[in-house]
């Protein structure tokens, strides 16, 4: 079983719509929860970080559900520029310095 | 302000060569890390450095890879001999002491083993 679990994807949604992605994580001990975004064959980049009461900024909102260690990212009024690859990274160590990257979920927002 | 840097940025070559990929990191991060991104495996963790220390190496597929971190501003992944199964996007990332999730990632160096 992978350590960080997600749904590949592609989401195909149209501009303006809201879109949800889903991960889960097998260690009960991780502390950090994470979203970094990916476009099409460039590098990775942190777009935010999930608290566990939640967290929003601007369209994107993150949440975290320790229990059934579940993490999601919600996208209000999708752009055509949300079109990337969704990352979902779990801290993988005590020290908390390993980023454990899930798979990702594939976006494309069309016009 | 110059983000990390890699080179080569593409490398093609055959197999039993050996392959030396090559990373500046942002002036002050103390942390450096280098990681393999396929479409199999999505993106794995290779080795880790702090303050030019390797720390975790158990990312690191077998004794044909070797990283080196001699200084502050570069490090250094080599693959010798190289294999097919060996083709994939190498990232290296660095960031700062506690705020490692914050990893800043050069470009990548696509490699292709024929």
């Known amino acids: 079983r992978k350590e960080v679990e997600q749904d590949p994807g592609p989401f195909n949604v149209p501009e303006g719509a809201t879109v949800a992605f889903n991960c889960t994580y097998s260690n009960s001990a991780s502390q950090s929860f994470f979203w970094y975004r990916q476009d099409c064959r460039k590098e990775p980049k942190l777009l935010m970080s999930v608290y566990s009461s939640g967290n929003e900024d601007g369209r994107f909102t993150a949440q975290l559900n320790r229990a059934s260690q579940y993490i999601s990212l919600l996208i209000r009024d999708s752009k055509l520029s949300d079109s990337a690859t969704y990352l979902c990274?779990?801290?993988?160590?005590?020290?908390?310095?390993?980023?454990?990257f899930g798979g990702g979920t594939r976006l494309m927002v069309k016009p | 302000d110059a983000g990390v840097i890699q080179s080569p940025r593409h490398e093609v070559t055959e197999m039993g060569q050996e392959v030396t990929l090559r990373c500046k990191p942002i002036?002050?991060?103390?942390?450096l890390f280098w990681y393999r991104q396929t479409m199999m495996r999505g993106l794995e963790l290779l080795i880790y450095?702090?303050?030019?220390?390797?720390?975790?190496d158990s990312g690191m597929p077998e004794d044909r890879f070797s990283a080196k971190m001699p200084n502050a501003s570069f490090s250094t992944l080599k693959i010798q001999p190289s294999e097919p199964r060996d083709s994939a996007v190498y990232f290296c990332?660095?960031?700062?002491?506690?705020?490692?999730?914050?990893?800043?990632f050069g470009p990548g160096t696509r490699l292709t083993v024929t």
């Open positions: 002036s002050g991060h103390d942390y």
């Open positions: 990332a660095s960031g700062q002491a506690g705020l490692t999730y914050e990893q800043y």
């Open positions: 990274v779990v801290n993988g160590d005590n020290a908390g310095n390993m980023l454990t």
């Open positions: 450095f702090n303050n030019n220390v390797p720390i975790d």
